[in-house]
Each structure stands twice: as C-alpha cells, then as structure tokens.
Antibody, heavy 116, light 111 residues
Framework: EVQLVESGGDLVQPGESLRLSCAASGFTFSTYEMNWVRQAPGKGLEWVSYISDSGSTIYYADSVKGRFTISRNNAKNSLYLQMNSLRAEDTAVYYC?????????WGQGTLVTVSS | QSVLTQPPSASGTPGQRVTISCSGSSSNIGDNPVNWYQQLPGTAPKLLIHSNNQRPSGVPDRFSGSKSGTSASLAISGLQSEDEADYYCAAWDDSLNDSYVFGTGTKVTVL
C-alpha cells in the first residue's frame, strides 16, 4: 500500500525556519517525481515545489523561490522541504504528493503556523 | 492568485448531472494535460481525472473529463450525496517557470 506521511509542522514566529519531511513507503520511491502542495486555512490548493526522481530537476512557485528548498534522499525514501524566512502567509497545511502529470497519492498533511 | 478559473459553486439533486468548467490559457490548459482533484471535507485531495479524461483505478465512471482549446470540464453524472466536495482543476504552466497551477476550486453541493 502506498503511504506518504508528512511531519515537522509546528508553530513558528515570522522569520524563523522549519524543515518538513515526507516518509514514503509501498512503492519504489526513487523512480517517482514528488511535490509539495499547500493549503491555507479555508483557501484553495497551491503548488509549492517539484523534484524529479533523481533530484536533478527542481521547480518552485514564485511565492517561495529563494526561501524554500526541496530535496530528497532516495536511500531513506524521504522527501524534504526546508523553509526559511517564514511569513504569516506561509501558514497552511503542507501535503507531499507523488507524480508529475497527475498527483496520484497524497499524504495527510502537516500544519505550519507562522505567527508572533 | 490562480491562473485557472472555476465557478465558486455548483449544485444538483441526487441523480442529476453537474458540470464544472475550468478556464485557462495557451500556456497551461492549451499546451498541457488537465487533471482534476476531489477534496472531501477535512481530507487530503484525491486525483479524480488525469491527462484530460483518464480515470485512475477505483474512480467511478460517473466522473468524466474533457478539454477543448484553453478550457476543460469535469462532469459528474448520477450525482450522489458522497460527491459533495471541493473540486480543483490543475495543469502545468509553461510560462511561469514551469509551475503547476491549480484552479480556484468549485464547491459542489448535493441538494
């Protein structure tokens, strides 16, 4: 069974950093592209970042470019999102999602709250 | 803000057919496959349609997708109470530094 489990969400102050993790199981992680998608409270979905299966190709949404860094460790079946210089508008549930054309599996999400 | 526009709401009675539109541009829908996601209250999104009109395994054939030019549509036929959810279209956009864009979302209510 495919499973994606996010962790690392927390309450942080503006300007602080946080690292999210996504543990994958039930499939050959190293052969799949991965993404981070977020959803602010009561709002719609916003794609955050993409990483290819090897990690050689990475894309970011303009809203996080220069502040967030996506990475993966295929040996540990894990996806990461390093978030620096956090802002109030980064408050959201963050989901990891598998795929490139259609995101066919999603985690349950982890909540990041940025507030003073 | 989203570059894919959807109506904020749609509704129907059980058994009816409901259609949701998604309007984009040549750099996203016009040039890339469209996907649709269903998000039930309090849960993670679920892939409903990929590559314009393909249903993943397990998705009922009541759900169908289509695309024409820079617009796409999701149709739900034989509406059921469990279809009450938020629906989002999505596609890659070639003009925004290879960004994946979601639609504004449509809340479907079963009356």
């Amino acid at each position: 069974e495919v499973q994606l489990v996010e962790s690392g969400g927390d309450l942080v102050q503006p300007g602080e950093s946080l690292r999210l993790s996504c543990a994958a199981s039930g499939f050959t992680f190293s052969t799949y592209e991965m993404n981070w998608v977020r959803q602010a409270p009561g709002k719609g979905l916003e794609w955050v970042s993409y990483i290819s299966d090897s990690g050689s190709t990475i894309y970011y949404a303009d809203s996080v470019k220069g502040r967030f860094t996506i990475s993966r460790n295929n040996a540990k079946n894990s996806l990461y999102l390093q978030m620096n210089s956090l802002r109030a508008e980064d408050t959201a549930v963050y989901y990891c999602a598998r795929g490139q054309i259609g995101f066919d599996y999603w985690g349950q999400g982890t909540l990041v709250t940025v507030s003073s | 803000q989203s570059v894919l526009t959807q109506p904020p709401s749609a509704s129907g009675t059980p058994g009816q057919r409901v259609t949701i539109s998604c309007s984009g541009s040549s750099s996203n829908i016009g040039d890339n496959p469209v996907n649709w996601y269903q998000q039930l209250p309090g849960t993670a999104p679920k892939l409903l349609i990929h590559s314009n009109n393909q249903r993943p395994s397990g998705v009922p054939d009541r759900f169908s997708g289509s695309k024409s030019g820079t617009s796409a549509s999701l149709a739900i036929s034989g509406l059921q109470s469990e279809d009450e959810a938020d629906y989002y279209c999505a596609a890659w956009d070639d003009s925004l530094n290879d960004s994946y864009v979601f639609g504004t979302g449509t809340k479907v209510t079963v009356l």
